[in-house]
């Protein structure tokens, strides 16, 4: 018949046992209580000679994951058991009384072996509970950055889940999204590179790091510059691509950052101008390793309105559809001008033709449209037009058709 290892087996239940357990908890600083029935199985084996069974050993594994949950780190917890070993064995009376040499070997071989049984159930039930606390709590992290970011949960629950993560919702905070530009690139060792240099940088409060939908989202207080930095305070992008570049991180990377907002929502509304950001940048081509909201504000207002700009690139840009081989070439060619500044020269040099051939195909887009880039509330139409075209990913995407 089996014993539990809350009670202590016959002939073992000394008082002087509660004091060995009571000094050993006292010299490692750690309860007590994580000895449980530990002492009187090794004063038993020492007196008889025997071995805890399968329940007994089950019931100090449940130890090792109590004191997982407590906070006692695996080495305090076995620096617990060994020393409450060497206290015991100090005072067993079966060994001060005995002069018999064999005698003292077999009990000493007993305890030693009790002790490593029970050692090791001990690490494994800290470990498998470390485990699980960790699961746990990536699954409630999982959870909160997902609430967090769609910005739709109840406020005043949100505040309290965010206690435990660092984060204070009532101040200001930007959201950064740092996304692979390049496929097959380590997400999870990027993030876990990135979150150590963030804490460098910014302080282990109000920060965040995760991963979301094949990106990292890193969330940081604003209008506070990183600790030792010469960037100004909101250039959030700027620091987080420079870490990247130091630490060098494999792959080619993009980082875009949406405003400061205070509240609960506040972050949910950076993240969604950070997430537009990313998905302007891919759309319009832009060559930036980084990209902040601020900048893109004209094409969040474009984009809003997706049926009027659409009406816009069908009445201004189709008529280049009417060119022998489509609109590619004289769209391009807009698009070359505009980014150089409307700068026909510069806009040569990107495209590698001559300037005069850049001039032809504008004036035969003015020809074609109606709208001049010399004039400059035509030119006005054209370039947003242009920029339209791009959002829309158009001609490649048949634009909408009319309501």
Do not use: C
Request: no cysteine; proline share 5%; glycine share 8%.
């Amino acid at each position: 018949m089996t014993r539990d290892v809350a009670g202590p087996p016959a002939g073992a239940s000394e008082e002087w046992l509660v004091s060995v357990g009571t000094s050993a908890a006292a010299a490692v600083r750690a309860p007590a209580e994580l000895l449980g029935g530990y002492l009187p199985l090794l004063a038993d084996a020492a007196i008889n000679g025997r071995r805890p069974d399968a329940r007994e050993l089950d019931a100090v594994r449940e130890l090792g994951r109590r004191a997982a949950a407590q906070g006692v780190d695996a080495r305090r917890a076995v620096d617990l058991y060994l020393s409450a070993a060497w206290r015991l064995w100090r005072q067993l009376p079966v060994v001060v009384r005995s002069s018999d040499p064999e005698k003292v070997r077999r009990a000493a071989e007993a305890v030693l072996r009790v002790l490593d049984d029970a050692v090791g159930v001990l690490v494994d039930g800290h470990q498998s509970e470390r485990r699980e606390m960790i699961r746990r709590e990536e699954a409630m992290r999982a959870e909160f950055v997902d609430d967090l970011l769609r910005g739709d949960a109840d406020v005043s629950r949100m505040v309290e889940r965010a206690e435990p993560f660092g984060i204070d919702l009532g101040t200001p905070h930007h959201v950064a999204l740092v996304a692979p530009r390049d496929g097959g690139v380590a997400l999870d060792r990027a993030a876990t590179v990135l979150e150590r240099a963030v804490v460098g940088r910014f302080g282990d409060r109000e920060v965040l790091v995760a991963t979301k939908d094949g990106r990292v989202v890193v969330v940081v207080p604003g209008g506070a510059a990183p600790a030792g930095a010469r960037e100004p305070a909101g250039d959030v992008g700027g620091v987080l691509h420079q870490e990247l570049r130091r630490l060098r991180v494999p792959g080619r990377w993009r980082v875009a950052t949406g405003r400061a907002f205070p509240g609960a929502f506040g972050v949910a509304r950076s993240y969604e101008e950070a997430l537009e950001a990313v998905v302007f940048a891919d759309r319009l081509a832009l060559t930036g390793d980084v990209v902040d909201a601020r900048d893109l504000l004209v094409h969040r207002v474009l984009g809003r309105d997706q049926a009027a700009i659409a009406d816009l690139v069908r009445d201004v840009l189709t008529p280049l559809t009417r060119v022998r081989g489509g609109p590619g070439v004289l769209l391009e060619t807009l698009q070359a001008y505009f980014d150089a500044g409307e700068v026909a020269t510069e806009a040569a040099r990107r495209l590698h033709v001559s300037v005069r051939t850049v001039t032809y195909r504008l004036a035969r887009v003015a020809q074609l449209t109606g709208y001049s880039v010399s004039r400059p509330d035509q030119r006005f139409s054209l370039h947003t037009a242009v920029l339209g075209a791009r959002l829309l990913e158009w001609p490649a995407t048949p634009l909408p058709a009319d309501p």
